[in-house]
């Protein structure tokens, strides 16, 4: 005779048991691996800055001061391609475009086209039109991790023009007289403090900014800032499509500036996403420069920034505006305190 063995199998209720007790510890471990994840993102970004902030003294070395932007070139040629006054009607790119060498991105420095006019026309003298290679591509649309805050939600490429690669840092301009759209109600931010004399530190001497640079044609060199470089930030995280000064891409020559004027993640308008509830109306949108144009992450809580010692920081949303602005000014004299 041959025994028959009985198999038990689930009934429902158990199955739905063990369904609602996975999908609990799912519920229980998805917080803590999406942590895990945030803070593997922020190492990345910190360490991005700390690149930066080594490429920056790695050029000072080599030409005495911070990589400045140049613009059209009226004042100078960069200081790598012996600083000549050669006027071109092309512009020679961002604070970025300096530092590639010391970034591991030579060979696409070295395929930059930084010469003049010449005797005859010159088409690509202008780095936004210069042709990477025979691949086809714009120089300007390669997309350079490096500059990129793992983050940080815009795209990669411009969504405008995928010709254009984002980065998601900016130098740093200090606390800047920044002229506001007439429908914020408020056109002297800064002001009161900056000593910074040009709006917008749109200008080529020292004087139009009272951070490490200006928007064009000038930065700092290491005797310039007055108040220490431990003191004195150099440049910090922005989220590209938040401000159109930030939007355009690592190359362009009127991108990747920001001021300590706006406080910390002040709350902006960014292209396709929603939009923000208003503590100031009027005062919030992508290109009111006095409020879009300041350092803000996709971090919570606050932003990396890196000081001109090479020092990588976090700074706070609730830090203390008046701290914040001596961040941000060079050579104002005074004490910083805590942050």
Not at 28 to 35: C, D, F, I, K, S
Not at 80 to 101: A, Q
Not at 111 to 132: H, Y
Request: charged residues 20%; neutral net charge; contains cysteine.
């Amino acid at each position: 005779m041959r025994l028959r063995v009985k198999s038990r199998a689930f009934t429902l209720i158990e199955l739905l048991v063990v369904i609602a007790i996975i999908a609990i510890l799912i519920a229980l471990l998805l917080p803590a691996v999406q942590q895990a994840r945030e803070a593997a993102r922020r190492t990345q970004c910190r360490n991005n800055l700390k690149q930066i902030g080594l490429a920056m003294h790695n050029y000072h070395d080599n030409f005495k001061q911070f990589g400045p932007t140049i613009w059209h070139s009226p004042w100078s040629d960069p200081p790598e391609i012996g600083g000549v006054d050669d006027w071109t009607n092309g512009t020679k790119g961002s604070w970025m475009v300096r530092i590639l060498p010391y970034i591991d991105q030579a060979p696409l420095h070295n395929a930059m086209n930084f010469n003049g006019m010449g005797p005859g026309p010159c088409p690509n003298c202008n780095l936004e039109a210069q042709p990477l290679g025979g691949t086809g591509k714009l120089i300007r649309g390669t997309v350079i991790e490096a500059f990129i805050c793992p983050t940080d939600r815009s795209p990669k490429l411009n969504r405008d023009d995928p010709n254009w690669a984002k980065s998601s840092y900016s130098i740093s301009a200090g606390n800047a007289r920044m002229n506001t759209q007439p429908d914020c109600g408020r056109n002297d931010l800064g002001d009161s403090f900056s000593l910074g004399v040009a709006h917008h530190a749109d200008g080529d001497r020292q004087h139009h900014a009272s951070g490490i640079a200006t928007r064009c044609n000038w930065a700092a060199s290491i005797r310039d800032i007055g108040d220490g470089t431990s003191n004195t930030i150099m440049a910090g995280e922005v989220v590209a499509e938040c401000a159109d000064h930030q939007w355009a891409g690592w190359l362009h020559f009127n991108n990747n500036w920001a001021t300590t004027t706006a406080p910390i993640n002040w709350p902006v308008h960014c292209q396709s996403r929603p939009r923000v509830t208003e503590t100031r109306p009027g005062c919030h949108d992508w290109d009111d420069w006095g409020y879009s144009q300041g350092f803000k992450s996709d971090h919570t809580g606050g932003a990396h920034v890196v000081l001109c010692d090479g020092a990588v920081r976090f700074i706070s949303n609730n830090i203390d505006w008046m701290t914040y602005q001596r961040l941000g000014e060079r050579r104002d004299g005074q004490p910083i305190g805590d942050f």
